[in-house]
């Protein structure tokens, strides 16, 4: 975990973690702490679960970043993130956007589309 944030956070998006190719994560510190106080309900450690799991998601190629989508599901607004709401790899986790009504006590999962994808990919 890196004790600080994004070099291109901006005050109403900030990057949350980041997967670098298929070999390492970095979680933004920093920024994890001012978002889980800004909630009353939800814990440092629930979000900190839900970036790293994202980007867990990153590494093992979702969506489209090594793992072939058998059903298109990208958000055309947000490359390489699953446009299904509620879905681990949303945008959502990695930017910080909504995040906290996400996460509220509960670390989202990967939706069908995702979980397919991996076991194409061959997961199981």
């Known amino acids: 975990m890196a004790d600080g ?20 994560i970095v979680l933004y510190g920093k920024t994890i702490e001012n978002i889980a106080n800004n909630s009353a309900s939800t814990a440092k450690s629930d ?5 790293l799991n994202h980007e867990l998601g990153h590494l093992f190629g979702l969506v489209d970043v090594g793992s072939p989508m058998q059903v ?27 995040i906290i009504d996400m996460v509220d006590n509960n670390v989202p999962e990967l939706d069908d589309l995702c979980i397919n994808d991996l076991v194409a990919n061959g997961g199981r």
């Open 5 to 24: 944030s994004n070099e291109n956070d901006e005050n109403n998006k900030v990057v949350l973690g980041s997967a670098f190719r298929n070999t390492s």
């Open 47 to 51: 979000v900190e679960s839900a970036v």
């Open 72 to 98: 298109d599901h990208e958000d055309p607004d947000s490359e390489a993130h699953c446009n299904v709401n509620g879905c681990l790899m949303t945008s959502n986790i990695e930017f910080g956007g909504s």
